[in-house]
Antibody, heavy 125, light 107 residues
Framework: QVQLQESGPGLVKPSQTLSLTCSVS??????????WSWVRQPAGKGLEWIGR???????NYSPSLTGRATISVDTSRNQFSLNLTSVTAADTAVYYC?????????????????WGPGTMVRVSS | DIQMTQSPSSLSASIGDRVTVICRAS??????LNWYQQKPGKAPKLLIY???TLQSGVPSRFSGGGSGTDFTLSIRTLQPEDFATYYC?????????FGGGTKVEIK
């Protein structure tokens, strides 16, 4: 049973870098069947996709983060990480890591099928 | 970016009711549409992918439909554990985008 667990500081000062790690247990992170994503959710609001990484290291990001996000993978530790630079109060949110699975019906489909429990990050001085 | 619009934003229903949530995409996404359920303080849970395929372990009272730009999530015979917020999400193009959510509350 694959499980994901986020870790990192719960409080970050404005203008600094938010750094989170997602530890994957119960299965290898370097499977070709999956890729890995970060999603965040401000209190009382909806879900926002941050970006994704393949085990190869290929990444894609949401343009809304204006180049502040970097996702990396460490296959030796079965982990992937998120760095978000120049944070402001608007980055305060629960951050989730998630596995994205490929499924074939009449075409390939992608869905976030396993999520970590989430970690609350507050940006404040 | 593809915009996802859900309606209603909230609804009140009773145990045993049938409930339908609507999700509309700003452009054609074929059937690249997923549905998630989220309970307070918990991570989202995948219910349906490819618009209508039930994720393993999800009760059959949940169903999804639609294609192109218009999609529905239906819950037949609402159960106490179904009171939650539901989100649609398109997987047609990057960035992945979510609808604003529909909160299903107890009447």
């Amino acid at each position: 049973q694959v499980q994901l667990q986020e870790s990192g500081p719960g409080l970050v000062k404005p203008s600094q870098t938010l750094s989170l790690t997602c530890s994957v247990s119960g299965g290898p992170i370097n499977s070709r069947t999956y890729y890995w994503s970060w999603v965040r959710q401000p209190a009382g609001k909806g879900l926002e996709w941050i970006g994704r990484i393949f085990a190869s290291g290929t990444t894609n990001y949401s343009p809304s983060l204006t180049g502040r996000a970097t996702i990396s993978v460490d296959t030796s530790r079965n982990q992937f990480s998120l760095n978000l630079t120049s944070v402001t109060a608007a980055d305060t949110a629960v951050y989730y890591c998630a596995r994205v699975v490929q499924r074939y019906t009449t075409a390939w489909h992608y869905a976030l099928d396993i999520w970590g429990p989430g970690t609350m990050v507050r940006v404040s001085s | 970016d593809i915009q996802m619009t859900q309606s209603p934003s909230s609804l009140s229903a009773s145990i045993g009711d049938r409930v339908t949530v609507i999700c509309r995409a700003s452009e054609n996404i074929n059937n690249r549409l997923n549905w998630y359920q989220q309970k307070p303080g918990k991570a989202p849970k995948l219910l349906i992918y490819a618009a209508s395929t039930l994720q393993s372990g999800v009760p059959s009272r949940f169903s999804g439909g639609g294609s192109g730009t218009d999609f529905t999530l239906s819950i037949r015979t609402l159960q106490p554990e179904d009171f939650a917020t539901y989100y649609c999400q398109q997987s047609s193009s990057i960035p992945l985008t979510f609808g604003g959510g529909t909160k299903v509350e107890i009447k």
